[in-house]
Structure formats: structure tokens, C-alpha cells
């Protein structure tokens, strides 16, 4: 079966230094992974998806993801935190068929000014 | 742009009443889907829908659940006889296609349902 771990519940960065927030994923199959955000009041917005094309994938608001076979990860990476990005973060892989979204648990991320 | 709108944002409900969440989809998607997250807990997937049918379905999706396109815009999730163990987040999502890894999925902002 299809799963994603999220290895940090929380992750605490000042505003301007490089955001790391982290995801495992296994699956039986090349996947389809996704990251997606909720802010506060908010439903989720997807950041970034991968789909085996390019293995780095830019996405919104300066995000962006690496899929490694290898490692079989997909952390989601930005250069210079800011404010407006603290948030809960999914981690998402696609289920068999691709047809409905397996999720992680979340990462909170914590901006401090 | 659009969006899918959730009512209401919080509903709270007696043990063993029925109750409706709502849902207006994104107006040209095709395919609805019913997450859920317990508080504390990850993001489930309950069930798809398309072309007025269930798709899919989730071990949770049990006969208490149903699903439903009452009209040319919403899609309704009832629970008929609600637990303590519903009290969760309700999350409507729509999208274009089926095949995820080919569209998008937008989800709406949830609906927080409380059982006492």
C-alpha cells in the first residue's frame, strides 16, 4: 500500500533562512507525490506535484520539491522563509489507480520574525 | 478564481442525529471526493464520486455514509446516525479528471463537525 511519512510534526525557522521540511514516501509503483498546504481558516492548496517527469519540481510561493528514488523522498525545500508561509504542510502520494490522495501526517511550520 | 465552498464551517450534533455536510464543487469538474481528519490524526480519504455514482470507496465509508448531487451544483456527505468517532474535519474536494497524477485537486476549507 501507499504511504508517506513526514518526519517532523513541527519545524520552527526565523523569516529568511532556508525552510527543510521532510517526507518518505513507499509505494509499489512509481508515484505521484504532492505537497500541499493549509493555512489557518483555509482549505489545502496544492503546492507542487510530481508526476516522473523532471525529478526537481518548482512550485508556488517559491517552493520547491526533489524526488529521490534512491532515498525514496520528497522534501519540500525554500531558499528564504517568510511570515506568510507558516502553515501545516502535506506530504501526498497518489493511491493505486491515482485516483484518490494518500496523505502524511503534516508539518507544522513555524515562522519567527 | 475558483473554489470549492464547504457549509457550514462548524456544525455540532447530538449522537444519533443525522447530519449533512455541503459541498459546491469547482463548476466544470467531474469528480468529487470526501476526505476526513480526526483531530490528531492524518487526512483520510472516504470516498469518490462520478457521473452520479460512487467510484470508491474507503474501509470508513460505511452504511452510515452517503453521498450525493442533489443538483447541477452540490454534493452532499450524510451521515445518518452520528458517533462520538465522527467528530472531525470533513474535507470536499473536486477535480477535472480522475487520474490525480494527471489534475488537480482543490479541496475546500472543511467543515469541522462535533459530536456530543
Known amino acids: 500500500a501507499q504511504s508517506v511519512t513526514q518526519l517532523d510534526s513541527h519545524v520552527s525557522v526565523s523569516e529568511g533562512t532556508p525552510v527543510l521540511l521532510r517526507c518518505n514516501y513507499s509505494?509499489?509503483?512509481?508515484?505521484?507525490l504532492f505537497w500541499y498546504v493549509q493555512h489557518p481558516n483555509k482549505g489545502l492548496q496544492l503546492l507542487l506535484k510530481?508526476?516522473?517527469?523532471?525529478?526537481l519540481v518548482k512550485g508556488i510561493n517559491g517552493f520547491e520539491a526533489e524526488f529521490k528514488k534512491s532515498e525514496t523522498s520528497f522534501h519540500l525545500t525554500k531558499p528564504s522563509a517568510h511570515m506568510s508561509d507558516a502553515a501545516e504542510y502535506f506530504c501526498v502520494v497518489s493511491g493505486l489507480g491515482g485516483n484518490k490522495l494518500v496523505f502524511g501526517a503534516g508539518t507544522i511550520l513555524r515562522v519567527k520574525s | 478564481e475558483p473554489e470549492v465552498t464547504q457549509t457550514p464551517s462548524h456544525q455540532v450534533t447530538q449522537m444519533g442525529q443525522e447530519v449533512i455536510l455541503r459541498c459546491v464543487p469547482i463548476?466544470?469538474?467531474?469528480?468529487f471526493y470526501w476526505y476526513r481528519q480526526i483531530l490528531g490524526q492524518k487526512v483520510e480519504f472516504l470516498v469518490s464520486?462520478?457521473?452520479?455514482?460512487?467510484?470508491?470507496k474507503s474501509e470508513i465509508f460505511d452504511d452510515q455514509f452517503s453521498v450525493e448531487r442533489p443538483d447541477g451544483s452540490n454534493f452532499t456527505l450524510k451521515i445518518r446516525s452520528t458517533k462520538l468517532e465522527d467528530s472531525a474535519m470533513y474535507f470536499c474536494?473536486?477535480?477535472?479528471?480522475?487520474?490525480?497524477?494527471?489534475?488537480?485537486?482543490?479541496f475546500g476549507q472543511g467543515t469541522r463537525l462535533t459530536v456530543v
Open positions: 510530481y508526476t516522473s517527469a523532471a525529478t
Open positions: 509505494s509499489s509503483y512509481s508515484p505521484s
Open positions: 463548476s466544470n469538474h467531474l469528480y
Open positions: 474536494a473536486s477535480s477535472e479528471e480522475v487520474r490525480i497524477s494527471n489534475t488537480e485537486a482543490f
Open positions: 464520486f462520478y457521473n452520479n455514482e460512487i467510484s470508491e
